[in-house]
T-cell receptor, first 110, second 114 residues
Framework: RKEVEQDPGPFNVPEGATVAFNCTYS??????FFWYRQDCRKEPKLLMS???SGNEDGRFTAQLNRASQYISLLIRDSKLSDSATYLC???????????FGSGTRLLVRP | EAGVVQSPRYKIIEKKQPVAFWCNPI?????LYWYLQNLGQGPELLIR????????DSQLPKDRFSAERLKGVDSTLKIQPAELGDSAVYLC????????????FGQGTRLTVV
C-alpha cells in the first residue's frame, strides 16, 4: 500500500463548478499535511497547509480527518486557472520527511 | 529574493555517462531536499540535508548516486554511471527548517538518458 494515495483523475469540470479531492495516508502518526499545486512542466508550489481544525483560503477549503486518515481539498467556483495537478503531502513523524501522493489532475473547461 | 536555483534545466546524456546537478537553496534555509519525479507521479525523496548533514538518504541508490552539501549551502547530486531508467526530473527544494515549514522547489533538471 502506498503511503499517500490519491485518485489520479483527471477531474474535468466546467467553470464555476465545485470540485473536491480526497487523499488517504497510511501512517496514523503523521503530523503535518499539505496540498501543493503543480502546473504542467513546472515545480510544485504550496497551496495550503491542512490543520486539524480545517482551514479556508478564499475558494479553497482543506479538511483533515485523522480518524479515517484522509485529507480533502474543496475548490469552489472553479476558474480556468485552477487547471493543474494537486499533490497531497504528508510528513513522517520525527523525520519531517515529505511524502507526496501521485497527484490529482484537474481540468477546468470554459 | 531569489528562489531555489537549479542548473542545468535540461540535460541529455548517453547511458553509462556521468551527470551532475547543482542546487542553490534560498538563503538561510537549513534544510535541503533532492527529489526525483517521474511523469505522472509525485516527487520521491532521494536525500534530505540538515545543514551539511545528510539526515535521510535511505532512498538514494548509493551504487550510482551520490550527493554532497559542503558548507551547508549549495548542493550537488551526481549519477555515475547513468542508466536509461534515470530519465526523470530532479527537483531540489529547501525549507527554513524541517519542521512544518513550507518547502520551496526549484524548477528542476530534466534528465534524458539515451
Amino acid at each position: 500500500r502506498k503511503e499517500v494515495e490519491q485518485d489520479p483523475g483527471p477531474f474535468n469540470v466546467p467553470e464555476g463548478a465545485t470540485v473536491a479531492f480526497n487523499c488517504t495516508y497510511s501512517n496514523s502518526a503523521s503530523q503535518s499535511f499539505f496540498w501543493y499545486r503543480q502546473d504542467c512542466r513546472k515545480e510544485p508550489k504550496l497551496l495550503m497547509s491542512v490543520y486539524s481544525s480545517g482551514n479556508e483560503d478564499g475558494r479553497f477549503t482543506a479538511q483533515l480527518n485523522r480518524a479515517s486518515q484522509y485529507i480533502s481539498l474543496l475548490i469552489r467556483d472553479s476558474k480556468l486557472s485552477d487547471s493543474a495537478t494537486y499533490l497531497c503531502v504528508v510528513t513522517v513523524p520525527e523525520s519531517y520527511k515529505l511524502i507526496f501522493g501521485s497527484g490529482t489532475r484537474l481540468l477546468v473547461r470554459p | 529574493e531569489a528562489g531555489v536555483v537549479q542548473s542545468p534545466r535540461y540535460k541529455i546524456i548517453e547511458k553509462k555517462q556521468p551527470v551532475a546537478f547543482w542546487c542553490n537553496p534560498i538563503s538561510g534555509h537549513n534544510t535541503l531536499y533532492w527529489y526525483l519525479q517521474n511523469l505522472g507521479q509525485g516527487p520521491e525523496l532521494l536525500i534530505r540535508y540538515e545543514n551539511e548533514e545528510a539526515v535521510d538518504d535511505s532512498q538514494l541508490p548509493k551504487d550510482r548516486f551520490s550527493a554532497e552539501r559542503l558548507k551547508g549551502v549549495d548542493s550537488t547530486l551526481k549519477i555515475q554511471p547513468a542508466e536509461l531508467g534515470d530519465s526523470a526530473v530532479y527537483l531540489c527544494a529547501s525549507s527554513l527548517d524541517g519542521e512544518d515549514t513550507e518547502a520551496f522547489f526549484g524548477q528542476g533538471t530534466r534528465l534524458t538518458v539515451v
